[in-house]
Nanobody, 112 residues
Framework: QLQAVESGGGSVQPGGSLTLSCTISGDISEIYLVAWYRHTRERTHEVVATITKFGGTKYSDFVGGRYTVSRDIIKNTVYLRMNDLRPEDTAAYSC??????WGPGTQVTVSS
């Protein structure tokens, strides 16, 4: 029933930053968990970060303290702020509320 639309991707140099946005159809306060995934040829669905309806967050090890996931209930949007980006961060990023279908994703490319 739920769907999410991602935006904010782009091309940046190593060390740069991006903020990805995920606008969700539906009240995010009623969604238990929203997860950010990244997609590459090597790993099609790799969890990047999660945020619960209570505001709790978790990050995969490769994030290394560089990302912050947050939410804005009024805007019905979840964000992923990505700092100190590295070439290995290059991937398509998707935001998926629990039990929702996959959205289109947004591409992040990090290169010199």
């Amino acid at each position: 029933q739920l769907q999410a639309v991602e935006s904010g991707g782009g091309s940046v140099q190593p060390g740069g930053s991006l903020t990805l946005s995920c606008t969700i159809s539906g009240d995010i306060s009623e969604i238990y968990l929203v997860a950010w995934y990244r997609h590459t040829r090597e790993r099609t669905h790799e969890v990047v970060a999660t945020i619960t309806k209570f505001g709790g967050t978790k990050y995969s090890d490769f994030v290394g303290g560089r990302y912050t996931v947050s939410r804005d209930i009024i805007k019905n949007t979840v964000y992923l702020r990505m700092n100190d980006l590295r070439p290995e961060d290059t991937a398509a990023y998707s935001c998926k509320p629990a039990d929702a279908s996959w959205g289109p994703g947004t591409q992040v490319t990090v290169s010199s």
